[in-house]
């Protein structure tokens, strides 16, 4: 049972334009939420996270956005650009815990 | 570096043989966790480990499974009698404790079973 799913396997944009990686939860303990972002060949790098009290976090390029009512978040890019070509998977806990469940991730090419 | 190291990167081994792979996490992580990633799949977790507790084993899929940790230092996935389907990249990550979750990945070893 896949509780973190993240329905897009691949996205394609370009360059300058808005990307939006979504990911959709079913478990509703879950309370914080983090993206990663992986290049080939290297492990996974922390991008951003939000808790369950806000419905927006930014960095940046980078926001992510969290609906508790549709168990849906999201990651908006922009504007894009090629070297944020890589796999993003987005990652949720429930509060207490120290477990954390992963998306199988979406691949972003930004195209020049 | 001061990152998280694994090694080997990449290990090729025949169906029945024991493998051990390595993690030495960065220098004052007192958590450790371990993840299998299969082809087209997300992180699967397989254990945690955190300072001196009792490490939380409850991922690890068979008894093929194991691992080892000393104190806050490296530690060791062991799996015994390879089966094709534990092909894999095996993640390390270690954290500080109070991290707000954020673990720092190592890059992994790309385990292929003949």
């Known amino acids: 049972d896949q509780q973190v799913k993240q329905n897009s396997p691949s996205l394609s944009v370009q360059e300058g334009r808005i990307s939006i990686l979504n990911c959709d939860y079913t478990?509703?303990?879950?309370?914080?939420f983090l993206w990663y972002k992986k290049y080939p060949a290297e492990g996974p790098t922390f991008l951003i996270s939000i808790s369950s009290i806000k419905d927006k976090n930014e960095d940046g390029r980078f926001t992510v956005f969290l609906n508790k009512s549709a168990k849906h978040l999201s990651l908006h890019i922009v504007p894009s650009q090629p070297g944020d070509s890589a796999v993003y998977f987005c990652a949720a806990s429930a509060s207490g815990t120290y477990k954390y469940i992963f998306g199988t991730g979406t691949r972003l090419k930004v195209l020049a | 570096g001061a990152g998280v190291s694994q090694s080997p990167s990449n290990k090729v081994t025949e169906k029945g043989k024991d493998v051990e792979l390595r993690c030495d996490p960065i220098?004052?992580?007192?958590?450790l966790y371990w993840y299998r990633q299969r082809l087209g799949q997300g992180l699967e977790f397989l254990i945690y480990f955190q300072g001196n507790s009792a490490p939380d084993k409850s991922g690890l899929p068979s008894d093929r499974f194991s691992a080892e940790r000393t104190g806050e230092s490296v530690s060791t996935l062991t799996i015994q009698r390879t089966q094709q389907e534990d092909s894999a990249v095996y993640l390390c990550a270690s954290s500080l404790v109070d991290s707000n979750g954020i673990q720092y990945f190592g890059a992994g070893t790309r385990l292929s079973v003949l």
């Open positions: 478990n509703s303990m879950f309370d914080y």
């Open positions: 220098s004052g992580h007192t958590a």
